[in-house]
């Protein structure tokens, strides 16, 4: 089947339980299980009213490659301290070390000016890597439909309830979104995790208390 235009179905949409999150010895964790941070960022330019917004999307990743949408924020700004202060404010809350910024040529010149302006002086352990696709890698819609297609089909990615969330889901069931900017970004947090290699930090799994999306019960 063709997935370069598919949605999302919503009947697949699970939730994780944000209580069973914790931080343990630097790790955080979700139910017991260790998490590996990782971020994304997609940088828009324009501040018109139909232009794209600038998405960051903050996901984590356990060693069964289940993905957690941890964070989501959605901004229109054209000043770089606006970028970087999102980006800190969300270092900060769930320590992510590695994001993935998708480039053009004038996106690059962005990474570079937080790199060296910001992140450098600031002494931060964070790297932003700057990704281009290649045209092997199919245009952006193609590029979405093969990464979060199967993963949400294959119940491996968990959402949160509510907030920009909401954007996410509006965007991933649409046949064509007025912006598909947060599920861009979404597919590029996701394609640069990495799995942990084990389990967790022995800490005892509570019950996991996920939760389907149609009936709100517990799944």
């Not at 790790?27 to 990782?38: E, P």
């Not at 598909?180 to 590029?188: E, H, N, Q, R, S």
Request: aromatic residues 12%; charged residues 25%.
């Amino acid at each position: 089947n063709d997935l370069s235009s598919s949605p999302v179905n919503p009947d697949v949409f699970q939730y994780y339980n944000p209580k069973l999150l914790d931080r343990r010895d630097g790790y955080l964790l979700y139910n017991g299980r260790r998490l590996n941070v990782f971020a994304g960022v997609d940088f828009a330019f324009s501040l018109a009213k139909r232009a794209d917004y600038t998405a960051i999307v903050v996901v984590a990743v356990d060693y069964l490659n289940n993905y957690y949408v941890l964070d989501i924020e959605r901004f229109k700004t054209d000043r770089i301290k606006d970028y970087f202060d999102t980006i800190m404010k969300l270092h900060q809350k769930w320590g992510f070390r590695r994001m993935r910024a998708e480039t053009t040529v004038a996106q690059q010149v962005i990474v570079k000016d937080i790199r060296e302006n910001y992140i450098k002086p600031l002494g931060l352990s964070l790297v932003i890597e700057d990704h281009r696709p290649t045209a092997k890698m199919g245009n952006k819609d193609e590029r979405i439909s093969a990464t979060l297609y199967p993963k949400h089909e294959n119940r491996q990615i968990f959402h949160y309830k509510g907030g920009n969330c909401s954007i996410l889901e509006e965007e991933l069931i649409q046949q064509n979104p007025a912006h598909d900017d947060v599920k861009d970004c979404l597919t590029i947090a996701v394609d640069c995790c990495v799995a942990p290699t084990f389990s967790g930090i022995n800490v005892k799994p509570r019950f996991e208390g996920m939760f389907n999306t149609r009936f709100g019960g517990i799944g």
